[in-house]
Nanobody, 120 residues
Framework: QVQLVESGGGLVQPGGSLRLSCAASGSIFSINAMGWYRQTPGQQRELVAHITSGGTTNYAASVKGRFTISRDNAKNAVYLQMNNLKPEDTAVYYC??????????????WGQGTQVTVSS
């Protein structure tokens, strides 16, 4: 079983910055893709940013140039640096990790979610 623990959410004024962290623990054989999603009430969860095991990244158009995703493979961790935050970035942010717990068994895990609120 793989557990994800997120941290770093909170309340910030428009134009401010936050850094989200997510650490994976448990029976991990390998980690492939890691990503961040967000969800607002009544809406579907949407991809914010994604990073592959090789370091290739992609971003939602709405956050490109403002958010940066990175990972620390030694710590099984993924981060989301969010700059120039806007009120429309307000959401619950979820970490997502895909990998394997053995050579024949994959996993997909979600974090518990962390609230990000952008408001003056």
């Amino acid at each position: 079983q793989v557990q994800l623990v997120e941290s770093g959410g909170g309340l910030v004024q428009p134009g401010g910055s936050l850094r989200l962290s997510c650490a994976a623990s448990g029976s991990i054989f390998s980690i492939n893709a890691m990503g961040w999603y967000r969800q607002t009430p009544g809406q579907q969860r949407e991809l914010v940013a994604h990073i592959t095991s090789g370091g290739t990244t992609n971003y939602a158009a709405s956050v490109k140039g403002r958010f940066t995703i990175s990972r620390d493979n030694a710590k099984n961790a993924v981060y989301l640096q969010m700059n120039n935050l806007k009120p429309e970035d307000t959401a619950v942010y979820y970490c997502n990790v895909r990998g394997a717990i053995s050579i024949n068994s994959d996993f997909v895990s979600w974090g518990q979610g962390t609230q990000v609120t952008v408001s003056s």
